[in-house]
T-cell receptor, first 114, second 110 residues
Framework: KAGVTQTPRYLIKTRGQQVTLSCSPI?????VSWYQQTPGQGLQFLFE???????NKGNFPGRFSGRQFSNSRSEMNVSTLELGDSALYLC?????????????FGSGTRLTVV | GQQLNQSPQSMFIQEGEDVSMNCTSS?????WLWYKQDPGEGPVLLIA?????ELTSNGRLTAQFGITRKDSFLNISASIPSDVGIYFC??????????FGTGTRLTVIP
């Protein structure tokens, strides 16, 4: 089956702009989580969506937001970009309705803010 | 956000050697996961552990869920060049989010 698909793979934005990243989970997976990975902070949890509802949120400012659609695809948005937002943004999907467990990650979107 | 303490930070080993890395936390977790990340890619799940004391193998990989539920280790036997990458542990309390370790960068010298 197809894995988790993230688009775009690479993105360059300037400070002050906003950006939207997309994630298509594995078919049948209803949980989608977003993580930010930077060399200094490692992998940090942003938020998690399940059936179009945000179930959990990490410790990030309100400039970071997300949503999930009825087909489980998810988007995350970062407004008023700062240089420190440069990172690899990873999306992971999970299903708790089968014996499959753990999270499957996409290849990520590398965002560079200049 | 919370991070788990993972050690060592990096390892340089000869091909064929065994590798051991561990992860500790001040908090209890119900599930421990071990991931490997190659450059430019997302982490890939290697092993999942669901019960305290559980020992699970996946080929040359063996991982254990600590009895206290605050730690876990991963062993790789007879390392090969493709084992190169960054290994992350992750703990879960509920079904909602993962807390990741700081990572162990493994280099295998042929």
């Amino acid at each position: 089956k197809a894995g988790v698909t993230q688009t775009p793979r690479y993105l360059i934005k300037t400070r002050g702009q906003q950006v939207t990243l997309s994630c298509s989970p594995i078919s049948g997976h209803r949980s989608v989580s977003w993580y930010q990975q930077t060399p200094g902070q490692g992998l940090q949890f942003l938020f998690e969506y399940f059936s179009e509802t945000q179930r959990n949120k990490g410790n990030f400012p309100g400039r970071f937001s997300g949503r999930q659609f009825s087909n489980s695809r998810s988007e995350m948005n970062v407004s008023t970009l700062e240089l420190g937002d440069s990172a690899l943004y990873l999306c992971a999907s999970s299903s708790f309705q089968t014996s499959e467990y753990g999270y499957t990650f996409g290849s990520g979107t590398r965002l560079t803010v200049v | 956000g919370q991070q788990l303490n993972q050690s060592p930070q990096s390892m340089f080993i000869q091909e064929g050697e065994d590798v051991s890395m561990n992860c500790t936390s001040s908090s209890i977790f119900n599930t421990w996961l071990w991931y490997k990340q190659d450059p430019g890619e997302g982490p890939v799940l290697l092993i999942a552990l669901y019960k305290a004391g559980e020992l699970t193998s996946n080929g040359r990989l063996t991982a254990q869920f600590g009895i206290t539920r605050k730690d876990s280790f991963l062993n790789i036997s007879a390392s090969i060049p493709s084992d190169v990458g960054i290994y992350f542990c992750a703990g879960m309390r509920g079904a909602n989010n993962l807390f990741f370790g700081t990572g162990t960068r493994l280099t295998v010298i042929p």
